[in-house]
């Protein structure tokens, strides 16, 4: 996976690595850490079942101390707006039906 620096967009605009202000209200948001095997899993299991093109935030928690204290080893962590999509392990039902409530 590409990493890119916090508050920078993925030029490739697949996903990006931001603070979680620049986060909207509709869309999925994993919030990671570097070097977390977990959270790359998830990473590329929702590219796997939503494909690429798909904008994915990806909010690097160590980036911002309220959000690392907030979460510390609480991560991967996938939120769509306000509701908790899957922690720790990838649950692609869960997925599913988050995105067909969404259309």
Known sequence: MRRVKADMPDTAGRSSRRSAAGRAAGELVLY???YCHLC???LTALREQLGTQFPITVVDVESD???AERYGELV???MWG????CR???DAQKVAAFMAQSR
């Open 32 to 34: 990671s850490r570097e």
């Open 40 to 42: 790359e899993e998830m």
């Open 65 to 67: 101390p309220v959000l």
């Open 76 to 78: 991967p962590l996938l």
């Open 82 to 85: 306000e509701a908790e999509v």
């Open 88 to 90: 720790y392990r990838y």
